[in-house]
C-alpha cells in the first residue's frame, strides 16, 4: 500500500471512528468543534487561550439547552455571569482536530451552579482537556445576583435530576492548585 493510500485509510477509519463514537450519556449536552488555525500557537497545538474558547462556546450550548442563554437575555433581563474557572490541560490538540465537549451539571441552587465540560479528540475516550465552571445567575437591571424564577429553576432542576444519576467526574470540586509552605 503506497503511503498515500495508507493516509487516505487512516483518514477514512478516522472518520468512521468518529461517526460511531458512542455519546457519554445521552443526558449530556454534546458540542462539536474544529480546531481552526488561528486556535494554534507557535508550538504546533492548540494555545491555551483557544481552549477556554472552545469551553465558553460549550457553556453557551449548554445554556441555551437549558434556556437561560441569549434569549433568556433578551427575553428576562437576566444572564448568568462565571465566577471561576478550573482547566486542566492532559493532552495536546492541533489543527483540524475535531473536539467534543460534554457538559455535566454537577450543582445548582438558588442563584448559582456548578458543571465541568470534558473536551474529547476523535474516538478516544480519554480527555484532552476538562473545565469546571461556577456561575452565578445576574439580573441585569441591577447587575446584582438574583435568584433563577421558578420556571427556570425548574428546567434546571430537571436537568440536575438527569445528571445527579451519572457518576461524579473525578476532577470536579477540586481546589485549583498545591497549597504552598
Known sequence: ????????????????????????????????????PEWVDYNGHMNLAFYVLA????TDNFYDSMK?????RAEQNSSMFTLGINVDY???????NEVCIT???????DKRMRYIHYMFEGNDPEPVAMNE???VHVEMDERKSGPFPEFTRQRINAVLQKHACLPVPKHARRVL???LR
Open 1 to 36: 500500500m503506497s503511503e498515500l493510500a495508507s493516509i487516505e485509510q487512516t483518514f477514512v477509519d478516522d472518520k468512521k471512528l468518529k461517526t460511531e463514537r458512542k455519546p457519554m450519556s445521552d443526558d449530556l449536552v454534546e458540542t462539536v468543534l474544529t480546531v481552526l
Open 55 to 58: 469551553f465558553d462556546k460549550a
Open 68 to 72: 437561560i442563554g441569549l434569549d433568556y
Open 90 to 96: 492532559m493532552r495536546e490538540v492541533f489543527e483540524g
Open 103 to 109: 457538559t455535566q451539571l454537577l450543582h445548582c441552587d
Open 133 to 135: 465552571c461556577f456561575a
Open 177 to 179: 492548585g498545591n497549597k
